[in-house]
């Protein structure tokens, strides 16, 4: 298997304009979950999914950011509009169930809003 | 809510040097705790997972240990070497939160 994919892997935008992250988990995984690094706060749990329904958002920032799962091999997080405090690095991760043999991660998506 | 402590924050030793790195986390219902290496400006690669009925996890030069009842987990690295120097991160699943709680994580420095 692949691994999990993310793209791009470099978004640079201006801010106000809309960034859309895409993610394709690991063929079978059951869970997606997407997670956000900065440096001040560490790596953080955004939202994530079970068989593709959202199960957790409480760690969305705001109303600006919205996550997808269409279906089980692709999810997108969307910013509209972005702002300069969004840049960071975002990672999608998958896994066989909640509890189960650990969470994958993607190579991430470093955004930088100007 | 769960929270994960690292210590320490960074970490620089000689080649050669057996090291341990530190994790504490706050709820102790956990259902595993995953240890990831992470290099610079590049993603997480997972190193050891410990579940829940676990004590102890190997994989070559690593050893991960997990006490559930203190809360604690540490990362022993045998015979260190240059190519090990990367950022460690510890993370718990459960405990009261779903999905991964991160510690802040320890930077190595592994000098030649």
């Known amino acids: 298997d692949a691994g999990v994919i993310q793209s791009p892997r470099h978004e640079v935008t201006e801010m106000g304009q809309e960034v859309t992250l895409r993610c394709k988990p690991i063929?079978?995984?059951?869970?997606l979950f997407w997670y956000r690094q900065t440096m001040m706060r560490g790596l953080e749990l955004l939202i994530y999914f079970n068989n593709n329904v959202p199960i957790d958002d409480s760690g969305m920032p705001e109303d600006r950011f919205s996550a997808k799962m269409p279906n089980a091999s692709f999810s997108t997080l969307k910013i509209q509009p972005s702002e300069p405090r969004d840049s960071a690095v975002y990672f999608c991760?998958?896994?066989?169930?909640?509890?189960?043999?650990?969470?994958?991660f993607g190579p991430g998506t470093r955004l930088t809003v100007l | 809510k769960q929270e994960v402590t690292q210590i320490p924050a960074a970490l620089s030793v000689p080649e050669g040097e057996n090291l341990v790195l530190n994790c504490s986390f706050t709820?102790?219902?956990?259902?595993?705790l995953q240890w990831f290496r992470q290099d610079p400006g590049k993603g997480l690669t997972s190193l050891l997972l410990i579940q829940s009925s676990q004590r102890e996890q190997t994989s070559g030069r690593l050893n991960a240990s997990l006490d559930k009842s203190s809360g604690r987990s540490t990362l022993y690295i045998a015979a260190s070497q240059p190519g090990d120097s990367a950022t460690y991160l510890c993370?718990?699943?459960?405990?009261?939160?779903?999905?991964?709680?991160f510690g802040k994580g320890t930077h190595l420095i592994i000098q030649p």
């Open positions: 063929s079978g995984h059951d869970y």
């Open positions: 993370a718990a699943e459960g405990g009261g939160a779903d999905g991964l709680t």
């Open positions: 709820d102790s219902a956990i259902y595993n």
């Open positions: 991760a998958s896994s066989l169930g909640l509890a189960g043999g650990g969470q994958f």
